[in-house]
C-alpha cells in the first residue's frame, strides 16, 4: 500500500491506496476536506515501511476461470439437491463450476434471468421507498459493503450514480452482460439477491435486502426482486 499526495485543483489531495501482487488497485481511500489531517499523518507515521525502493517486483496474472467450461461432471439435480440444502448465502464451492454455469442450470425457482436495466431501476424504487438495501461490489482484493437506506439515485447517460453523503457508487450499466434473481435457502428460510455479471462471467454487483442475521427477509424486497 502507499500514501499518496498530489497536486490537485490547486490544493493537495491525500490517499491510501492498496494494490495485488501484481500490481492491480484493489482499494483507495481519499481524504476529503473535512478529514482529520493529524489522524492521517499519524497514521501513516505508523505504518510506514523501511522499504522505500522505488522499484518493486510484481507477480504474473493467473487467469481466471471466469465464464469458461468449468471441469465439472455432475447433473442438474445434482446441482439442485446441493443448492436445495445452502444454509448460507455463499454459492457452493465444492462443485466446480461458474457462478453463471450454475445459475443457468438450477432451475428458474431459484434463478431467473432479468433485463439489464433492473439493477437501475431496482437502486431507484429502493431509494423512493426508502426500503433498505445491502449492496456487495468486490474485485481481486477487496470487497465493499453498504447497508441501509440510500437516497439520491442519478441515471447519467450509461453510468447510475448513488450520490450519497456516506456511500458512492458508480455502475457503468454497458459493461453489464447479464442480471439474475437469485433465490437460496438459508437457515431463515431463503434470501433473495439481484446479481449483474460482465462479459468476463465474473459477478459486478449484489443487492439484497438489509437484515440482521436471524431475521426473515423483508417482504417489501422479495416483492421488488
Known sequence: GFAVERRHRGGIQ?????FDATGAAVHKVHLRPVSNLHAYRKLVAELVSANQEPTMSLKARVADLGARTADWAGTVDDLREHWSRLTDVNLLKTLKLSRCQALRMVGQDYAWLLDNAAVGAVLQRAAEDELPIMCFVGNRGSIQTHSGLIKSVKQIGP????????????????????VWAVRKPTNDSHVTSLEAYGSDGKIIIQLFGARKEGERERDDWRVLA
Open 14 to 18: 491525500r490517499s491510501l491506496q492498496f
Open 159 to 178: 453510468c447510475i450514480h448513488v450520490l450519497d453523503e456516506t456511500f458512492r457508487l458508480h455502475l457503468r450499466t454497458h459493461q453489464i452482460r447479464e
